[in-house]
């Protein structure tokens, strides 16, 4: 009897130690974790006072800002790239520049004093900080002239900063007391106690669908998990900025442009404007081309003429004067690096407009490296503020707009300058891979559709060739040389050839026979342009430019009156 006690005691006992064992199992299993993550962690800022945690939006930034002398700094990369790509550092001079549209702003590193134009004005702390080669800009004066808001948090030092506003984002508020978690489980580490009213702003991410968590990110910038049946009253709101953006003013004329450039060698080729224009028919704008780019320190050459000017302006013709980087020994990226030489060119530009009465100057840089497009944007933008201040027109000479072209950024030339040309030629040139038409119809078409995607219509000049390429094949390559439209309608009359129109590129095409080579040429005259001028003006852009003066048949500017009138 006691051994049937003594056993009946030890089943007990171990059917208790199973049941406490599968319960512990299971509560295990099933209880949430009660383990908290430190925000040192999760930030991974340990032992890192000096460092900021950028939250960016809702996510959580790579990039560290500094926290000096109380001050918040951000690279300058992490500025141009996110909140304001105005901002221009001159690593040559170590510099920081920016520009409003009337102002030039200026600061040394280290310093805590500015330039507006002229004018000095300081803050209380450095603008702008070199750290193991790394610029770093105050964020408070980044702030003056971003659109951004910032609010600052302690213990781990993190900055949450919004600079999107106007769209639509997610909100929501706590329903009760829980926990803000690592991972979207209830074993997840603890981040944050949440209280009850606390509003977080659901992140939508497709790619982490969880149904029963929600992801967010708290008000204090932590990104984690909530239980869905812990979220009430989700809601979009929009967030608006409190700073009011500046406005570019631009000068526009209340007609369309009739421009066609004057390509001037010499003083001599300046008599000849009267007896040029005189040929012409509605003609506004004439651009010869007088400035040169003369050296790395930004010196100018000129052919101006101030008889030419007068000239042009009885006969109602105003005049944009272009100015050129086809000297071949310039390195543009050692002249347009430089805020001095930027500066002394700029300068010189504008004294040259003022001394012959300029109406406008168009810049017609074609050498740019990519290397240097972030420094001519830089020079453009300081350009625009002087023309604007001076009332010169300020026009841009651009390719047609492509991969390899992007960055002469043509949609901050739509903001900052008052028109923006496309060379609408050159289609086929001289060391292409074969021959081939100046500007088909096509290409002609599909550079007005592709630069209308980043420049207002309002803004648009597409300019049209008077010239043609005749084409010799050979059995060493493809040569090309350049004609009038006349000269072109001559090499094929003297050759009997009759051109024959050709629908792909609408323009008359003619070849023939020489000496066992082969010579092609498609013809830009009356017809092809009026076919181009079509295209132009169904876009309603501001008008047409025409290179060059002097090659087209008089015919042609009764064609371009009946679509630039």
């Known amino acids: 009897m006691k051994q049937k006690i ?9 059917f208790l130690a199973i049941a406490i064992t599968a319960g512990i199992t299971m509560y295990s299993k099933f209880a949430p974790s009660k383990k908290v993550m430190k925000l040192e962690d999760y930030y991974q800022t340990a032992g890192d006072d000096s460092s900021v945690v950028l939250v960016l939006q809702d996510k959580i930034y790579e990039q560290r800002g500094k926290l000096i002398d109380g001050q918040i700094y951000v690279d300058y990369d ?18 920081l520049l920016y520009t409003t549209p009337t102002e030039i702003i200026k600061t040394e590193v280290g310093s805590k004093d500015y330039y507006i134009n002229k004018s000095k004005k300081s803050m209380e702390y450095a603008i702008a900080k070199v750290e193991d080669g790394v610029v770093y800009i105050a964020l408070d004066y980044v702030k003056e002239y971003s659109n951004l808001e910032y609010t600052m948090y302690e213990d781990p030092n993190r900055v949450v900063i919004t600079y999107i506003f106007g769209e639509d984002y997610l909100f929501a508020d706590i329903k009760e007391a829980t926990q803000l978690r690592y991972k979207p489980s209830i074993k997840g580490d603890i981040l944050k106690q949440m209280k009850k009213g606390d509003r977080v702003q659901i992140i939508v991410d497709e790619e982490e669908v969880n149904k029963n968590f929600t992801k967010v990110i708290t008000e204090d910038g932590i990104i984690g998990y909530v239980k869905n049946s812990m979220t009430k ?12 953006e500046p406005e570019y003013t631009s000068i526009t004329k209340d007609h369309k442009i009739n421009m066609t450039f004057h390509q001037v060698t010499n003083q001599t080729a300046n008599n000849h404007v009267l007896e040029l224009l005189g040929n012409t028919k509605g003609v506004t704008t004439i651009s010869p081309t007088w400035f040169k780019v003369s050296s790395v320190e930004g010196n100018v050459d000129s052919l101006a003429s101030e008889t030419y000017v007068q000239r042009a302006h009885n006969y109602g013709v105003e005049v944009w004067a272009l100015v050129d980087d086809f000297t071949n020994a310039i390195d543009m990226s050692e002249l347009l690096s430089y805020t001095s030489r930027r500066e002394k060119l700029s300068n010189e530009l504008i004294a040259l407009a003022i001394k012959y009465n300029l109406d406008g100057l168009n810049m017609d840089f074609e050498k740019i490296p990519e290397a240097a497009g972030k420094d001519y944007i830089q020079f453009l933008r300081e350009m625009s503020v002087k023309c604007r201040n001076n009332g010169i027109i300020l026009s841009v000479d651009n390719y047609v707009p492509s991969a390899y072209t992007s ?25 292409s891979d074969g021959s081939g038409s100046v500007a088909s119809i096509s290409f002609v078409s599909d550079a007005v559709t592709n630069v209308l995607k980043e420049v207002p219509a309002e803004k648009n000049i597409i300019a049209i060739p008077f010239y043609t390429r005749l084409w010799e094949e ?62 132009i003006s169904e876009n309603n852009v501001a008008g047409i ?21």
Do not use: C, P
């Open 78 to 95: 992490t500025v141009v790239t996110y909140f304001n790509k105005r901002f221009y550092w001159d690593d040559n001079e170590s510099l």
């Open 233 to 244: 009253n989700s809601y979009y709101e929009a967030t608006e900025s409190k700073m009011k």
């Open 474 to 535: 050979t059995a060493d390559g493809v040569t090309a040389k350049a004609y009038s439209m006349d000269q072109a309608q001559a090499i094929l009359d003297q050759n009997n050839v009759e051109a024959t129109w050709d629908e792909e590129t609408k323009q008359y095409y003619g070849e023939y026979e020489s000496s066992g080579n082969t010579y092609k040429i498609w013809l830009e005259e009356e017809k092809s342009l009026e076919e181009k001028l079509k295209v």
């Open 6 to 14: 003594r056993l009946t005691i030890i089943g007990v006992i171990l």
């Open 407 to 431: 960055y002469y950024d043509r949609e901050e030339q739509g903001i900052l300058v008052d028109y923006v040309i496309t060379m609408a030629y050159d289609e086929h040139i001289n060391g």
């Open 545 to 565: 430019a025409s290179w060059k003066l002097g090659l087209e048949r008089s015919n042609v500017w009764s064609v371009i009156l009946k679509y630039v009138n």
